[in-house]
T-cell receptor, first 117, second 115 residues
Framework: ETGVTQTPRHLVMGMTNKKSLKCEQH?????MYWYKQSAKKPLELMFVYNFKEQTENNSVPSRFSPECPNSSHLFLHLHTLQPEDSALYLCASSQDQVELLFNNEQFFGPGTRLTVL | AQKVTQAQTEISVVEKEDVTLDCVYETRDTTYYLFWYKQPPSGELVFLIR??????QNEISGRYSWNFQKSTSSFNFTITASQVVDSAVYFCALRYWGDFNKFYFGSGTKLNVKP
């Protein structure tokens, strides 16, 4: 496997379900990100992890819970979601996140299309 | 305040036409980076180019070219002789020294290239 992979690619869940999204990067990067992409809205940054430590939480509701066990894996745990949470969830990684070395681009996974009923 | 503005929500052209996608950014930092990404219907954002704030040289890569003008805070993207495969949503993004944890994305421009 190369690049950034995300599973599952599609997920349908009820509001009372608990599910998790998984992201894995095979690029040796040290920073990972979760984004939410809703229809007709800009990409919304949710969380940033740098060397497994969370460095950004962009006012995300607590029903979204990230986990970064190591620099290669990132999870997004979901519980009691709302229909408005239906969106494409994108994971990305980049090499830097250290001062003076913030020039690198992000590499994105294919996303998980989430539908909340 | 929005840091990256892509005023064109959707553009439709006929194959072989040239098309320019606009991007205007806002930052007070003198050190920053600008990016363009392509998002085809499959969903995955694909990196196209990075430009740092100290390099105003325009760049050409095949049918793609980028015009970076600090005087107008713009980083426009031109596709020459467009093809149907260019149909996608294109995003401009900004990353700057004062908030380097984040990439600020524009709202995207959907390009439809018709045969």
């Amino acid at each position: 496997e190369t690049g950034v992979t995300q599973t599952p690619r599609h997920l349908v869940m009820g509001m009372t379900n608990k599910k998790s999204l998984k992201c894995e990067q095979h690029l040796g990067h040290n920073a990972m990100y979760w984004y939410k992409q809703s229809a007709k809205k800009p990409l919304e940054l949710m969380f940033v992890y740098n060397f497994k430590e969370q460095t950004e939480n962009n006012s995300v509701p607590s029903r979204f819970s990230p986990e970064c066990p190591n620099s290669s894996h990132l999870f997004l745990h979901l519980h009691t979601l709302q229909p408005e949470d239906s969106a494409l969830y994108l994971c990305a990684s980049s090499q830097d996140q250290v001062e003076l070395l913030f020039n690198n681009e992000q590499f994105f996974g294919p996303g998980t299309r989430l539908t909340v009923l | 305040a929005q840091k990256v503005t892509q005023a064109q929500t959707e553009i439709s052209v006929v194959e072989k036409e040239d098309v320019t996608l606009d991007c205007v950014y806002e930052t007070r930092d003198t050190t920053y980076y600008l990016f363009w990404y392509k998002q085809p219907p499959s969903g995955e954002l694909v990196f196209l180019i990075r430009r740092n704030s100290f390099d105003e040289q325009n760049e050409i890569s095949g049918r793609y070219s980028w015009n970076f003008q600090k005087s107008t805070s713009s980083f426009n993207f031109t596709i020459t002789a467009s093809q149907v495969v260019d149909s996608a949503v294109y995003f401009c993004a900004l990353r700057y020294w004062g908030d380097f944890n984040k990439f600020y994305f524009g709202s995207g421009t959907k390009l439809n290239v018709k045969p």
